[in-house]
């Protein structure tokens, strides 16, 4: 590719600031099979699927679902273009992810209107989490431009954005490589009618993105799962090995020395997942790790002091190994949950995991050591 001639020679075009995939650009468009698909476009680059601003049960089905965890690597549709309504060589070209939520919250939010869906690669993720891993990029923004004959179908050169994906868009290097310009939209998607009835225009309060409690609670499901994914392996360690080692019989082991870090465990899940993401705005604390590790050790306590272990005979060692466990736990899931908000930036996240981790690991060898060596120990 060359620029525009000025002195007689072609000025010089760098290349991407990433190398194009082999075979990027290849003509390809979305099967119209899909379950979600209405019926069919035809126009001169092909088939086009046409998709409806109506959410089918199915649909409606899949979102519950995936707010649980359940299917949530296969909740995607294909990547491409889709028509909306009767978009015409005129019609707005509206650029999303892959992730399926994010394809229905947009077609549903553009109720009664007509355009173009150009849908990103995103690997199933939504547009804000994909700019930040760079599958929501530059790259595959203009290979999906290529690919789809966009510039065949409309008139303008005009894609609109969610803003909350520039990140990983390099605006200038679309333009420079497929001819079209980026418009940011507004950050909420129930503004997006009034955006492109303003003629593309945002108002400030368009850019601003709050986080409510609402938008915080409807969260906490999937984090919830994801957290007893990996903690209910712990859980199962910790009741075995007690039932093993103990002196008693395996079934009264495991209630007196496999139920507290256990419980110690399941009480950092509930305050990093749910307690931390409900309190955010209140609770002491800048870094979403200490946030983490304040809520967990007063639901600790408020815990472990309703159940009375302190009061009982136990070993300093192994009283002293619960409230790590609790801690890094929390800490860890109130950290985990930067990547759901928008209180955080990118390089603040990683700075912040750089400091925390090792803490919370050694917090954590250092809980179940004790814990292990109390039980040797007697």
């Keep these: 590719m060359t620029g525009a001639e000025t002195d007689g020679s072609p000025a010089l075009v760098l290349p991407m600031a990433k190398p194009v995939p082999k075979g990027a650009g290849e003509f390809a468009l979305p099967s119209v099979t899909q379950p979600f698909v209405i019926g069919i476009l035809e126009s001169k680059i092909g088939n086009i699927p046409l998709v409806g601003?109506?959410?089918?049960?199915?649909?409606?089905?899949?979102?519950?679902?995936?707010?649980?965890?359940?299917?949530?690597?296969?909740?995607?549709?294909?990547?491409?273009?889709?028509?909306l309504g009767k978009p015409t060589a005129d019609s707005p070209v509206l650029v999303t992810a892959n992730y399926k939520m994010s394809f229905d919250l947009l077609r549903q939010t553009m109720t009664g209107r007509s355009c173009w869906i150009l849908v990103l690669d995103t690997k199933g993720i939504n547009v804000w989490c994909a700019a930040g891993k760079g599958t929501f990029g530059?790259?595959?923004?203009?290979?999906?431009?290529?690919?789809?004959?966009?510039?065949?179908?409309?008139n303008h050169n005009r894609l609109i954005v969610p803003p909350l994906g520039a990140t990983g868009v390099a605006a200038f290097e679309v333009k420079k490589y497929s001819g079209f310009s980026i418009s940011y939209g507004p950050?909420?998607?129930?503004?997006?009618?009034?955006?492109?009835?303003?003629?593309?225009?945002?108002?400030?309060?368009?850019?601003?993105?709050?986080?409510?409690?609402r938008e915080r609670f409807v969260l906490i499901p999937v984090e919830v799962m994801q957290a007893l994914q990996q903690g209910l392996p712990f859980i199962v360690v910790f009741l075995l090995l007690a039932g093993f080692i103990g002196d008693d019989s395996f079934l009264l082991?495991?209630?007196?020395?496999?139920?507290?870090?256990?419980?110690?465990?399941?009480?950092?899940?509930?305050?990093?997942?749910?307690?931390s993401p409900l309190l955010l705005p209140w609770v002491p604390g800048r870094a979403f790790s200490v946030k983490g590790a304040f809520c967990g050790?007063?639901?600790?306590?408020?815990?472990?002091?309703?159940?009375?272990?302190y009061?009982?005979?136990?070993?300093?060692?192994?009283?002293?190994?619960?409230?790590?466990v609790t801690l890094a736990v929390s800490s860890w899931f109130g950290m985990a949950f930067t990547g759901?908000?928008?209180?955080?930036?990118?390089?603040?996240?990683?700075?912040?995991?750089?400091?925390?981790?090792?803490?919370?690991?050694?917090?954590?060898?250092?809980g179940v050591g004790f814990w292990v060596a109390s039980l040797w120990l007697g």
């Excluded at 290979?143 to 510039?151: E, K, P, T, V």
């Excluded at 005979?313 to 002293?320: R, T």
């Excluded at 990118?346 to 050694?362: D, S, T, Y």
């Design 53 to 83: 601003s109506e959410l089918f049960w199915r649909d409606k089905r899949g979102h519950y679902l995936v707010r649980w965890n359940i299917g949530r690597d296969h909740f995607t549709v294909e990547p491409g273009l889709y028509g």
């Design 187 to 213: 950050v909420m998607l129930q503004d997006l009618p009034e955006f492109l009835d303003n003629g593309c225009m945002a108002s400030p309060q368009m850019r601003i993105k709050k986080f409510p409690l």
């Design 297 to 309: 050790l007063v639901l600790f306590v408020l815990v472990f002091g309703f159940f009375g272990f």
């Design 138 to 154: 530059t790259e595959e923004m203009v290979d999906r431009i290529q690919a789809s004959r966009l510039f065949d179908l409309v």
């Design 340 to 366: 759901a908000s928008t209180y955080t930036s990118l390089n603040g996240v990683r700075k912040e995991m750089l400091r925390a981790m090792p803490i919370q690991f050694f917090s954590l060898v250092c």
């Design 253 to 275: 082991n495991m209630k007196l020395h496999g139920m507290p870090p256990s419980l110690a465990l399941l009480t950092g899940i509930v305050a990093g997942t749910i307690v």
């Design 311 to 324: 009061e009982m005979d136990y070993s300093l060692l192994e009283k002293s190994s619960w409230p790590l």
